[in-house]
Structure formats: structure tokens, C-alpha cells
């Protein structure tokens, strides 16, 4: 992080800020975050062929279409994802996902996530903690 002037003069990092200033202004903005709900997948962020979605407590639909990939972050999402996902990355915590289709990696580095795809062959990457993984 780059040095910035405080009000008063001193030079400060972040690292000069107490742990508990940080943690309290990610705990106003982490529930804004969501802020929302039931979205339907309105709003959510693709970059070319990717879909990012990074939220938390939100019940959502994602459409993937004809091959696109699906990057997950954020924690407490129930996702149902239609189309066919050329691969799925998840990096939350306690989400649930029910895709309908994937075919190429599906990679989960979260905790306690439920990823579940009904069809697809895909190269299963397990690198978290409590994830069920299922096909079916």
C-alpha cells in the first residue's frame, strides 16, 4: 500500500491502522456487499466469456449460455446456474450451487461449499475445507 498524508501532517500506512478499525469498516461493508437478494442475476458482472459473482446471503439464477465460465467468491449464496459452464471456480464460504451443466474444470477452494451439477464431465479440483461436490 502507498504511504498517504492524514489529515494532520503524519505519514501513515495501512498498516498503521488498529485491527479493530479495519475489521469494523469490513463489517459496515461487507453486508452492503449483498445488499440485495434475490437478484435473479440481474447485475452480474461478465468480462468477455467469464461471470463473476461476488456477493454475500444472495439467492440467484446465473445463465452460463453456450460456454462460459462462472467465477464464485462471497459467502451464504444459494446459486442455480443454467446453460453449460466450460468450468466453475469457487473460492466463497458456505454457498450452494446446482449447476446444470459442466464441462470443463470445476475448482472449489472455499469451505463448506455445496457444488452439485447434474451434467458434464468435468475435472474436479478440491483444494478447500468441508466442500461436498456431487454430480446428480
Do not use: H
Not at 1 to 29: D, E, F, Q
Not at 38 to 66: H, K, L, M
Not at 118 to 124: A, F
Amino acid at each position: 500500500a502507498t504511504n498517504s498524508r492524514c489529515p494532520w501532517g503524519k505519514k501513515m500506512s495501512m498498516s498503521a491502522y488498529s485491527p479493530a478499525v479495519l475489521l469494523a469498516a469490513l463489517a459496515v461493508s461487507v453486508p452492503l456487499a449483498g445488499c440485495g437478494s434475490d437478484d435473479e442475476g440481474a447485475g452480474v458482472p461478465a468480462v468477455g466469456s467469464t461471470i463473476n459473482y461476488g456477493s454475500f446471503g444472495t439467492t440467484a439464477d446465473i445463465d452460463c449460455g453456450r460456454g462460459k465460465s462462472l467465477n464464485v467468491a462471497g459467502s451464504n449464496n444459494t446459486l442455480t446456474v443454467r446453460g453449460s459452464c466450460a468450468s466453475v471456480s469457487v473460492g466463497g464460504a458456505d454457498n450452494t450451487i446446482l449447476a446444470e451443466r459442466i464441462d470443463g474444470v470445476l475448482a472449489v477452494a472455499g469451505l463448506n461449499n455445496i457444488v452439485s451439477y447434474q451434467l458434464g464431465e468435468p475435472t474436479v479440483d478440491d483444494e478447500g475445507t468441508g466442500n461436498r461436490i456431487t454430480r446428480g
